[in-house]
């Protein structure tokens, strides 16, 4: 079963921060984060393991709450170059190797 | 750099034809992915391999098959090609047992159209 999305879609002018959520039904090992750009492939932005840890690079963050089977990605002072959609990947068991995407949050960045 | 390689990048086929996508990637990963992608559903899974003959159904197998006889390729088959399976075909692969790096490598994608 998909993990489910939220929001579906979001509008932002350029320097507003952004939060999208994914949860699950399962209790979770792992969760991938990826943005795709339109006509192009998905590519990879991090990766959150079973312990509630918190990542993040530049302004673009994520939490994992594995109690709560939840992760937040979080994008601080939003770039033009931030724009796309943005899917997560949960794994449900570590060596099930199963990787399901949810449905997606298409963010737009206006100037 | 990783390179995960779809043998065509628009496919037209008919009703009733069998069809085949190819994916092949060239970094020795266990895992590879045969994903569908349509507007407002994400991406969902068909079929996944962890070794070369073995393959898992995913959440939406019905109507595809596999195979990967070898561990750099691995192929979607669409055994009678029915209109609602026109989509976008995304494959990918990773090194499963490499714990600082589980992270996917997508092919550009497939855009079939059955007519």
């Known amino acids: 079963q998909q993990p489910v999305q939220s929001p579906q879609a979001v509008i932002l002018r350029e320097g507003e921060d952004a939060v999208i959520n994914c949860s699950s039904s399962?209790?979770?090992?792992?969760v991938h984060w990826y943005r795709q750009k339109h006509g192009e492939a998905p590519v990879f932005l991090m990766i959150?393991?079973?312990?509630?840890e918190q990542k993040g690079h530049d302004k673009i963050s994520a939490s994992f709450n594995e109690k709560k089977q939840q992760s937040s990605l979080y994008l601080t002072a939003s770039q033009l170059s931030y724009s796309g959609t943005y899917f997560c990947?949960?794994?449900?068991?570590?060596?099930?190797?199963?990787?399901?995407f949810g449905t997606g949050t298409r963010l737009t960045i206006i100037p | 750099d990783v390179k995960v390689t779809q043998s065509s990048r628009y496919l037209v086929k008919r009703t009733g034809e069998k069809v085949f996508l190819e994916c092949v990637q060239d970094?020795?990963?266990?895992?590879m992915f045969w994903y569908r992608q349509d507007p407002g559903l994400g991406l969902r899974l068909i079929y996944f391999?962890?070794?070369?003959?073995?393959?898992e159904k995913g959440d939406i197998p019905e109507g595809y098959s596999v195979s990967r006889e070898k561990k750099e390729r691995f192929s979607l088959i669409l055994e009678s090609a029915s209109t609602n399976q026109t989509s976008m075909y995304l494959c990918?692969?990773?090194?499963?047992?490499?714990?600082?790096?589980?992270?996917?490598?997508f092919g550009s994608g497939t855009q079939l159209s059955v007519l």
């Open positions: 990918a692969s990773r090194d499963y047992w490499d714990s600082t790096n589980e992270k996917l490598f």
């Open positions: 399962k209790a979770l090992y792992s």
């Open positions: 959150l393991l079973k312990g509630g």
């Open positions: 990947g949960t794994e449900s068991v570590f060596g099930n190797e199963k990787l399901t």
């Open positions: 970094m020795d990963h266990e895992n």
């Open positions: 391999s962890y070794d070369v003959k073995m393959k």
